[in-house]
């Protein structure tokens, strides 16, 4: 069965630390994209990209970055973590055939910046 | 500019009661709406979605939603609810003119048995 997977599932890191969340999906998507959730925020959209070599920035973009070398990874990447950046972190995919399919999720990366 | 807004943090419900799940919106465009559903240390699962014609959609578990253009609101309804339906519910919109999803804040449903 198609899946979208993240990994690690929790991480813990220090202050000013480069730290990358991996996203892969086996749905064939051209759509990606990367949320976080903070309570009472719900869901706010940090980059996404809508194919290879594709990526643009989301609502809530400073201090991330992500590359989209194949159809099948979004890498997150923290430049340079921050307390503000601990949250849950959501990777996302969809069919660009329409533009009203849903979204995927993945299962979700906690991470905790100290 | 979109949003969404779910004016509830919290509903809570007797097992067995009827469910109301309320969402409002606010988009350019028609909108494309979608309830989804999160339980414990889980991503976000699909429920249902309207995008165009009868205005009460069916989706997974028993849930529906009704379509009110004319109160831009769009809430998610359940005629016999279970202990089982207890989690978080989120509400999003993306406009007919191509903009990304707009997540609401979400709201926490538990259902008592």
């Known amino acids: 069965d198609a899946e979208i997977t993240q990994s690690p599932r929790h991480k813990i890191t220090e202050t000013g630390r480069q730290v990358t969340l991996a996203c892969h999906q086996t749905w064939n998507h051209n759509n990606m994209f990367w949320y976080r959730q903070d309570l009472g925020h719900g869901l706010r959209l940090i980059h996404y990209s809508y194919g290879v070599q594709d990526t643009n920035k989301g609502e809530v973009s400073d201090g991330y970055s992500v590359s989209r070398s194949n159809t099948e990874d979004l890498p997150l990447t923290l430049e340079s973590a921050a307390s503000s950046q601990t949250s849950v972190y959501f990777c996302?995919?969809?069919?660009?055939?329409?533009?009203?399919?849903?979204?995927?999720f993945g299962p979700g990366t906690r991470l905790t910046v100290l | 500019a979109q949003s969404v807004a779910q004016p509830e943090d919290q509903v809570n419900v007797a097992e067995g009661n009827p469910l109301t799940v309320k969402c409002t919106y606010s988009v350019s465009g028609n909108p494309y709406l979608f309830w989804y559903v999160q339980y414990p240390n889980r991503g976000l699962q699909f429920l249902l979605k309207y995008i165009t014609g009868d205005n009460l959609v069916k989706g997974s578990y028993g849930f529906e939603a009704e379509f009110n253009k004319s109160q831009t609101s769009f809430h998610l309804k359940k005629p016999s609810a279970l202990v089982s339906d207890s989690a978080l519910y989120f509400c999003a919109v993306r406009g007919s003119y191509g903009q990304n999803f707009v997540f609401g804040p979400g709201t926490r449903l538990s259902v008592l048995p």
């Open positions: 996302a995919s969809s069919d660009r055939r329409s533009s009203y399919n849903e979204q995927f």
